[in-house]
């Protein structure tokens, strides 16, 4: 039904305490599986690496506090 739809559809947000410690979660789609990532924050900084969107997630929540 869907064969010539979609390709990779994805979002990120974080979610920052006052101390910019929180979460950044992501969400991945493709056609044929969906996954979803978590990664945490110490003080604005992770322990892995964040891609593009996840960095983008972040600042714009700082800048929101």
Not at 36 to 63: N, W
């Amino acid at each position: 039904a869907y064969e010539n739809t979609g390709g990779h559809q994805s979002a990120s947000v974080a979610l920052l305490d006052a101390s910019r410690s929180g979460v950044v979660l992501s969400a991945i789609q493709g056609r044929d599986y969906a996954r979803i990532y978590v990664k945490e924050l110490d003080e604005g900084r992770a322990a892995i690496s964040l891609s593009p969107e996840e960095q983008e997630a972040v600042e714009r929540a700082m800048k929101s506090q």
